[in-house]
């Protein structure tokens, strides 16, 4: 679904991503770890166009660079890890804003389709800041809502929302969008423990539908080992491993990144609660 | 009810209260005269508009109203249309309660092109504004471009103090510019009130039809964009994330603002806060989205400049107050109360 | 969270002293600031008339009689118009004087000589502008001053303030307030400049020439009050300001016996276009500057829409002065009371 070729990214004389190449396929949930500053989240902006790079990210065999904004985003949906709210929009409407993708194609489409339309006895031209949404829309938004738990919180602002809340509300606008691959940057973080298992559930419910892959920068190792169908390690920009989780997740690759006992010191902790 | 977009109904409530404010406007003025000669002598110009062999009203009453009220609160009311419709726009676009030509520095900026287009006679032939207004578009965008340009480079996430900071030492900057050029070209450039405060005195007909063009045009532009203002508003990055072409977006509104912000400000001066506090009630009113919120606010700016206007015209008969006096007034009450209000919620 | 509320209050506080700024200055001292510069690099009319010739030739004479004469010795000492004692020990032969109604007296009285500097606004007589500028007003330089080595330094408070007097005293400069509010007091500040020259009977002559004028055209001057006189110091365009109560114009118009339509307005102030088309004027005399294109000031008042039922405008009764001549408080009021005189009751 998703090939990376060559990808590598300077700032300045800096290189975040070195000649980084790896593939995402139809219900891989693709884990990328690695230390701070191995170029992760880089590698995720590279794919969503958000920052200059070389070499070439190619979704479904086409150059990402060639599509358009909104081509972009029926493919590939993104969830940050942060979000700051500055005005009072409420859950519908966040959520909603994941259709912007579809609002081209539905104009066309929208004009003698629209079955509320037909009822009114004077069909009136209305301007773009006037026009509702469609039905389909109006679907993909409720599911959206539904499949995250936030259909009661609809009409809440979200300057009111908790942090898990939010989170989940962003979820449900990249649900919304009804994307074929997910990108997520750390969508945990923040969270805690109840919000994070939520989250991972959800995301790994919505990738059962055929057609979808998921790739997501996580810190959390075993988070990547519990949910990961595939883990790319990354160190310094570059691919250290990649393949399955019980091949990559292994002392001889990432003793030497995270420069210590990882699996030693992860039993230890695990041992605690054994005790 | 789906609240995302703007009804009918309110729609008319909006357009009812604005049209009210209007009328109310065209009754009270300097000169008092009887609602009802008001309504008559517009009601005997209308007629003469259509139908040439009707009487031309004429008369002192007819005077004051047909060529000095009537011109001078539909400039107004589009002037405050026009600013308010740019404030919101740029509070959506930088996700920033506090932005408005003027905290921006960017009728400031419109204001030194319009004078450096008296100083050095930039002008076209045939178009006798035209000079000044190209120029007041060309420098709002240039300074708005440079605005943002520094900000990014000091403070990506464009945090609220950051580019607010800059708007202020940027205006502070261009009025010493002002200063010099007016300096240097005193017998052209008399009236640094004018830039600095506004004054729709004199303003006619054909000022209200290049107002009414600028506010089809680019507020039209910016009305189509009120999904991506929405988008804008919640977040850059999230804008971009769900496909929205963030780099043609963004030079759209800037071009269109600045358009908007030139015109006003080639015709009126720098009359500042309007789209500052404007959009501010009208979000309280009818909420963040900017499919409501612009339209609600092309009629909530109409009424507050038209409001403002009117307080400069009657209050010290028959002096006139600078009306950027009372909207700053305002407008700084404003402005500390939301900067307070969103520096308390981070 | 210091941090941020540090930087609150120094944007609460860049902003209210922005607004001041805005508010306070552009209202009053800019406009004057502005007006004043009106005719800075206006070169002095060139149709002159013939009237203001003849006034500026017998100028001439009085200045070099006076010339001729001894000057006063021994110390001289006066009260300045701010009530301030000052003592002379022989007339100042070195003067800076900042504002141009200050320059206009010196030369009047002969004493244009003695100029060694003059601010930059001061632009009459023509022999005026080869006197290196100091700046004035707000941005009066000190250390500009010092280097000319000034006897005597003249200033007005209305553009100078008396904290700059202050500064100046202590940086051993002599220095001297006019004041003039009315046309009385026009020939106190003549007659205390004269007194610091040492020119005390051409100052006299001057003041002399200037009551004769005044006497004639009061008498002269059939006016009962009647007719009204709308005095325009900015145009339309940027939104109008008129000389009420307690001005020059004013002053003059009631010589004249016309009535000034604003003069329940004080000073120069900003007025509503409305009341201007209500107040019906018979005259109206502007002061707005030609710079070569478009319509000239008079031109723009008869095509404004909604006068053209304005008596003035009607009887295209429009006089553009544009030499401050009935803006600064100088010898020249006689000159341009003489030309509103010639406006309103026709030409001898």
New interface residues.
Partial sequence: MLQVNNLTVQYGDLTIVDHLSFTAEEGQWLMIVGPNGAGKSTTLNAITQGTAYTGQVLFEGEDMKKKKAAERARCVGVLMQNHFAEYAFSVEEVAALGRYAYSGSRRIADRDTAPERKTTAVHLPRPAFLAGRSDEDERAVENALALTGMTSQRKQSILTLSGGELQRTFLAQVFAQDPKLLLLDEPTNHLDLVYQKQVFELIEKWLQTPGRAVISVVHDLSLAKAYGTKVLLMNHGRKVACGPAAEVLVPKHLDPVYQMDVSGWMRQMLGQWDG | M?????SIIEFVIFAAVTFAVLCLCICI???RIPPTDTMSVIWDGMRYQVDLSAAKP???QA??I????L?RVLCVAMTGAALALAGGAMQGLL???LADGSTLGVSSGAALGAVIAIAF?IRFPGL?FAGTMVMAILFAFLSLVLILTLAYRLDYSLAT?TI??IG??F??FV?SLMNII??FA?????????W??G?L??A?YQNALVLLGALVICGGVI??H???L??F???E??A???????RRVKLVILITVSGLIGVCVSIG?SI?FVGLVTPHIV?MLV?????RL??ASLFGGAVFLMLADLAA?TLL??????I??VT?LVG?VV??VI??R??R?? | MKNRKFLTAGIAVMLSCALAACGGQAGTQQTMAATEAVTETATPSMETTTEEVSVAAAEETTAETTEAKTEVSGPITITDMLGREITLEQPAARVVALTPSDCEILFTIGAGDTLVGRGEYCDYPAEVLDIPTVQSGAETNIEEILALEPQLLIMSTMSQTEEQAAQLEAAGVQVVISDAQDIAGVYTAIEMIGKLMGRDESAAEVIDNMKTTFAEIEEKSAGDGSKTIYFEVSPLEYGLYTAGAHTFMDEVANMLGVKNCFADVEGWSAISEEQVLERNPDYIMTITMYYGEGPTPEEEILGRAGWENVTAVKNKAILNLVNNELSRPAPRLADGAKMLYDFVYGEE
């Fill in positions: 789906e609240k995302n977009r703007f003025g300097s000169v004429e008369g002192l005077s004051i047909l060529s000095v009220r011109p996700k920033n309660p006679g006798p103090n607010i900071l202020v030492i205006s502070m009025s007016v300096t005193a017998d052209r450039i008399q009236h640094i009130t004018f600095t405060m004054s005195q004199g006619s009305l189509r009120a999904q991506e929405n988008a508003a919640i977040g990055d999230n971009r994330h769900i496909g929205v072409d963030v001066g500042g979000r909420g963040p989205n900017h499919r612009l339209p015209r008969n028959p002096i006139e107050l600078p950027g006096v700053s700084a402005f500390v900067f307070y969103s520096r919620h981070s």
